[in-house]
C-alpha cells in the first residue's frame, strides 16, 4: 500500500468547508446511477456494466441549485459518470447558464481519460477525483498505463486538478461481501493510510486520528446528500441504493426547504440512534445500515 508521499496524485479535500449552520449545504452529489464500465469487489454501490443509468434532467439540475449556494460545489459521481459524457458536460453548462459560480467535482476510475479530460478542459472550476484502489492497483485491477499517462500529462500543465480519493474502503453494497472476504485487519490498515495522508496535507490532526481508531474507525463520515436522477433525494452517497425510508428525503420536485429540513433531522439521527446503535453492536454504522435498520426508528 503507497506511503502518504507516494501516492499518485495528491488526496482530494473539499473545496468548500462543510458547516451545519448553513442556511444551504455547501455541497451534494447528483447521483446517475450505478451503471459502470469496472465491477469492483469494494463497491458500495454495487457498480456494473448491466447497472441502470438515468441522464442529468433540468429537473436534477433545477432541484441541485435549491440546495447548495451558487458559490457551493456540485459532485457528480455512480457508477462511472463519464459513461455519458455528453449529457454530463450538458448539465455542468446548464449550471453555469443558470447562475452557479462553484466547484464541479467528478469522481470517477480514471480509464476513460480522454474523456475526462475533455470535460476539466470545458471548465476551469472543475476537478476529477480518481478512486484510490484502481489508480494505485489496491485491491483492483490498475487504471491503464495509457490512461494514466494521459491523466499525467493534463496534471503537469493543470496541477490540483486531478487528486486521489482516500484509501478507506466501507462496508456498504458490494463493499459489505468485500469487507469480509480481506478481513478487518487490512480495512483497519487501509483506514491508517488515509489517515496518515490526511495528516500530511493538514486535514486531520492526531486528536482527532487517535479518536477514531480507539473506535476502531466505528464513525458515520456524515456525507453529503443526493440528488437522484432517478427523481428522488437520497440521505446518503454510500446507501443510495438501498430504498430503506430512513434515508428518503422525498421527491426532487419537493421544495428545498423541506429536503434541508430532512436532511437536518437525519445528521440528528445518526448522532442519536445510529452510532449509538452501532457501538452497542460493535460493529461500524454501515453494516448498521445493511443489516438492521427495520430495527430502528426513523429519523424525526
Given amino acids: 500500500m503507497p506511503e502518504p508521499s507516494q501516492w499518485l496524485f495528491p488526496a482530494h479535500t473539499d473545496r468548500v468547508v462543510y458547516d451545519r449552520a448553513m442556511e444551504k449545504l455547501s455541497d451534494l452529489h447528483i447521483y446517475t446511477g450505478s451503471k459502470c464500465n469496472r465491477e469492483c469487489d469494494f463497491c458500495i454501490v454495487s457498480g456494473r456494466p448491466d447497472g441502470w443509468y438515468h441522464p442529468i434532467t433540468e429537473e436534477t ?31 455542468m453548462r446548464r449550471l453555469r447558464e443558470r447562475g452557479f459560480q462553484g466547484w464541479f467535482t467528478i469522481f470517477s476510475n480514471g480509464v ?28 483492483a485491477d490498475p487504471i491503464p498505463p495509457d490512461s494514466l499517462a494521459r491523466l499525467k500529462a493534463f496534471d503537469a500543465a493543470h496541477p490540483g486538478r486531478i487528486t486521489s480519493s482516500h484509501a478507506g474502503v466501507f462496508p456498504f453494497g458490494r463493499g459489505v461481501n468485500f469487507v469480509a472476504e480481506v478481513g478487518q485487519q487490512h480495512i483497519t490498515e487501509r483506514m491508517n493510510t488515509s489517515m496518515a495522508k490526511k495528516m500530511e496535507i493538514g486535514e486531520l490532526d492526531q486528536n482527532r486520528v487517535a479518536e477514531a481508531e480507539a473506535r476502531n474507525f466505528r464513525l458515520c463520515p456524515r456525507c453529503r446528500p443526493v440528488v437522484g436522477t432517478e427523481g428522488r433525494h437520497h440521505a446518503c452517497p454510500f446507501a443510495v441504493e438501498s430504498n430503506m425510508p ?3 428525503m422525498g421527491a426532487t420536485t419537493d421544495p428545498a426547504e423541506e429536503v434541508l429540513a430532512r436532511f437536518q433531522r437525519f445528521l440528528d ?13 460493535q460493529i461500524h454504522p454501515c453494516l448498521v445500515c445493511t443489516h438492521h435498520l427495520e430495527t430502528l426508528p426513523l429519523p424525526g
Fill in 112 to 139: 476513460l481519460a480522454d474523456r475526462i479530460v475533455k470535460l476539466l478542459e470545458a471548465d476551469d472550476k472543475t476537478d476529477v477525483v480518481l478512486n484510490y484502489s484502481i489508480l494505485h492497483g489496491e485491491d
Fill in 269 to 281: 439521527w445518526i448522532n442519536d440512534v445510529l452510532e449509538p446503535e452501532a457501538e452497542r453492536r
Fill in 246 to 248: 430512513h434515508f428518503d
Fill in 61 to 91: 439540475l433545477t432541484a441541485a441549485l435549491g440546495l447548495v449556494p451558487l458559490d457551493g460545489t456540485i459532485k457528480f459521481y455512480g457508477g462511472e459518470p463519464t459513461i455519458a459524457p455528453d449529457n454530463l458536460l450538458w448539465a
